[in-house]
């Protein structure tokens, strides 16, 4: 599944230590509304996920905590049930940032 939204990088989800910046908000915004109706089955899950940015400078695990933050606002579960993750990044074009994932029940 691609959604296209820019990941967004740990570093811009908060402003001090207790406020979410504006573009987090809007990220976490955008996100749920670009995201698709999902059936979450029970138990422990796996996520698998490629992040495609182009910035090569971006680090894999500072995407995956605004994007898993996302999810569980989307489909209101705890991220405590996710026990894999699969993450990749992709170097694409400006305008092309986008993010693929999978998020099915653990094996």
Known sequence: MRI???PLSTNALYRGRKYR????RRYLRDLSLLL????IPDGPLEL??????????????NLLKSFIDGLM???HF?????????????????GDEHIEFDLDRAR
């Open 36 to 39: 698709p109706t999902l059936q």
């Open 21 to 24: 910046t504006l573009q987090y």
């Open 48 to 61: 698998k996920v490629i992040f495609g940015v182009s910035n090569v400078r971006c680090d894999t695990d």
């Open 73 to 75: 606002a989307k489909y």
């Open 4 to 6: 296209p939204v820019k």
């Open 78 to 94: 705890d991220d405590s049930r996710i026990y894999s993750i699969w993450a990749r990044k992709e170097i694409v074009g400006k």
